[in-house]
């Protein structure tokens, strides 16, 4: 080659693709599909931060310390403490109370029903998922806190020396202790909000579950291993982001949980940290009880609840999205 020969350097060929009209449109479509969903959640958001600006400018910083109710009153008169307390309890029930259930019923639908009943479970748990939350409230205020007194006085009884078992003004040495101390608590809401939760828990974790690799499971039995002794080295460690974002997916459905909460629990305005005692709060039976009667001013307070809620629902739902995403069986999805 002599010297005068220009030298050519490789470069990277430009790939191009050529989308036919199907798949613009299919694109135009997601996207916005995507833009709309996102300027609904900003449009509902800065509404209520709208809504909420003359309460939030009275009460200050006392908005989330201060726990009585009365927005009427003047200034340090209304705020979330007790109301958000009770929220964040009835969550922490429901969580308790879905999670065995559902993680339960994950495994066994994916791992031990066979093959012909396992599709008829996925239908009854996705029905289950579709009941009207009013059905759950009336079917916990009718029957469900009543059968379930005499497990609130055992717990009170033996665990009373634990702040959160407490219920005060009952003697449980006393057996004509009347059953409405127990009922209308935190705890009758929280279970009954736990079970309308399991559904979809259960099936957030038996989709991943489904998706454990398929030669892991044959290379455990290979070894060895056991059907259990499968799940737990294989199944539960790939699905262990699918567990904790269905929790946290649940726990953000049960913070916003309205009609079930205020069809049981019997709302009063102080901190209540008694699980077992008749009597509490949450933001979203607050909203729905004094809404119809409010003033000006009381709604704006009511939309500074709400404003709230819906950043804490926001932060749990995110952190649930970025827990899945982050183990294995979101990033194989």
């Not at 065995?100 to 996925?122: C, D, F, M, N, Q």
């Not at 009170?156 to 101390?181: C, E, H, K, M, Q």
């Not at 060895?224 to 539960?236: A, P």
């Not at 409010?294 to 970025?322: E, I, R």
């Amino acid at each position: 080659m002599s010297a005068d020969t220009p030298v050519v350097q490789d470069r990277p060929r430009a790939l191009t693709v050529n989308p036919g009209l199907a798949d613009r449109i299919f694109l135009a479509w997601a996207r916005a599909s995507g833009v709309f969903v996102l300027a609904v959640m900003l449009g509902v958001g800065g509404y209520l931060a709208v809504r909420a600006t003359e309460a939030l400018s009275v009460a200050g910083l006392s908005f989330v310390t201060t726990e009585t109710w009365n927005p009427d009153g003047g200034h340090g008169q209304f705020g979330i403490a007790a109301v958000l307390i009770g929220t964040l309890l009835i969550g922490g029930t429901a969580v308790l109370v879905a999670v065995p259930l559902a993680l339960g019923s994950a495994l066994y639908i994916s791992e031990y029903a066979p093959r012909k009943l396992r599709r008829t479970l996925v239908s009854l748990v996705d029905l289950m998922a579709a009941v009207p939350s009013v059905v759950y409230g009336v079917w916990g205020f009718m029957l469900l806190q009543y059968q379930l007194t005499g497990v609130a006085r055992w717990v009170s009884t033996y665990f009373g020396w634990i702040p959160l078992f407490r219920v005060n003004g009952a003697d449980p040495d006393d057996p004509l202790t009347p059953p409405l101390v127990y009922t209308a608590s935190t705890l009758m809401a929280g279970i009954v909000v736990g079970f309308m939760i399991t559904p979809i828990m259960c099936s957030i974790m038996r989709e991943v579950f489904d998706q454990a690799p398929a030669g892991e499971r044959e290379g455990a039995y290979a070894l060895g291993s056991t059907r259990w002794g499968m799940i737990r080295s294989v199944v539960l460690p790939f699905g262990r982001g699918g567990i904790i974002g269905g929790t946290m997916l649940g726990l953000g459905r049960a913070l916003g949980e309205t009609i079930t909460v205020y069809l049981i629990l019997s709302m009063n305005f102080e901190i209540q940290p008694h699980v077992l005692q008749s009597g509490g709060s949450a933001v979203a039976p607050l909203i729905a009880l004094r809404y119809g009667d409010s003033t000006d001013f009381s709604v704006s307070a009511l939309m500074a609840a709400g404003l709230t809620l819906f950043l804490l629902t926001l932060v749990v739902n995110f952190a649930a999205a970025a827990v899945v995403a982050r183990s294995r069986s979101g990033a194989s999805s």
